[in-house]
């Protein structure tokens, strides 16, 4: 898992309820991304930022928002908007976010809304 | 539409047998291409990636083969162990929008 954290592993919301996944990294990574995974899906990217301070819209935004206000810290909020939030969510950082170097994964968080 | 297929679906050997996964891709233009494997509940962890000139590239039982021309990859795994039970998924980053585009993984099962 590198030096990403993410917590907490598990969480269980009931419907309509806002919730925040935290991810942190000590790699010095510029860039930061948060993916979703379904099953019998590939992953999809949900958002990610080069820099702080700054992100951009992945391919499902809609219903999901993130900040980027230190280097090291890239929290995503599922909103209630998020039509179906129950997933496993990843986030992963690399050096830069010119597709060359690696890219690192966290362990994932398993969201459960009920 | 930039696509990865990955086959088979789902694999099960002998711990001590070879085997071999496959991805197919339409993404263009190429980048790069990276094979990760995924225990359950885990995040994936590389294993390879290959930029376009290289053609295999290893890492311990891990061998890796790219075929740029096809748009065909292929993970071989030797001398399988009961470890290496996991998904393996291909991923290939388009140089044209910088977007990875990930395969829906073949699930490995080494039984004993």
């Known amino acids: 898992d590198g030096g990403i954290t993410q917590s907490p592993k598990y969480l269980f919301r009931k419907e309509g309820q806002n919730v925040t996944l935290s991810c942190e990294q000590n790699?010095?990574?510029?860039?930061m991304y948060w993916y979703r995974q379904d099953p019998g899906q590939g992953l999809r990217l949900i958002y990610y930022s080069q820099i702080v301070n700054d992100f951009q819209k992945g391919d499902i935004a809609e219903g999901y928002s993130v900040s980027r206000e230190k280097k090291e810290s890239f929290p995503l909020t599922v909103t209630s908007a998020q039509k179906n939030p129950t997933a496993f969510y990843l986030c992963?950082?690399?050096?830069?976010?010119?597709?060359?170097?690696?890219?690192?994964f966290g362990p994932g968080t398993r969201l459960t809304v009920t | 539409k930039n696509q990865v297929e990955q086959s088979p679906q789902s694999l099960i050997i002998l711990e001590g047998k070879n085997c071999t996964l496959q991805?197919?891709?339409?993404?263009?233009?190429?980048?790069?291409l990276r094979w990760y494997k995924q225990d359950t509940g885990r995040g994936p962890v590389s294993l390879t990636i290959m930029t376009f000139s290289e053609n295999t590239k290893s890492n311990g039982r891990y061998t890796a083969t790219l075929d740029a021309d096809t748009k065909q990859s292929s993970l071989h795994i030797t001398a399988s162990q009961l470890s290496d039970s996991a998904s393996y998924i291909c991923?290939?980053?388009?140089?044209?929008?910088?977007?990875?585009?990930f395969g829906t993984g073949t699930r490995l099962k080494v039984l004993a």
């Open positions: 991923v290939v980053r388009d140089s044209g929008t910088y977007k990875y585009i």
């Open positions: 991805c197919n891709y339409t993404v263009s233009p190429f980048s790069n």
């Open positions: 992963a950082s690399s050096m830069e976010a010119d597709g060359l170097t690696e890219q690192y």
């Open positions: 790699l010095n990574h510029d860039a």
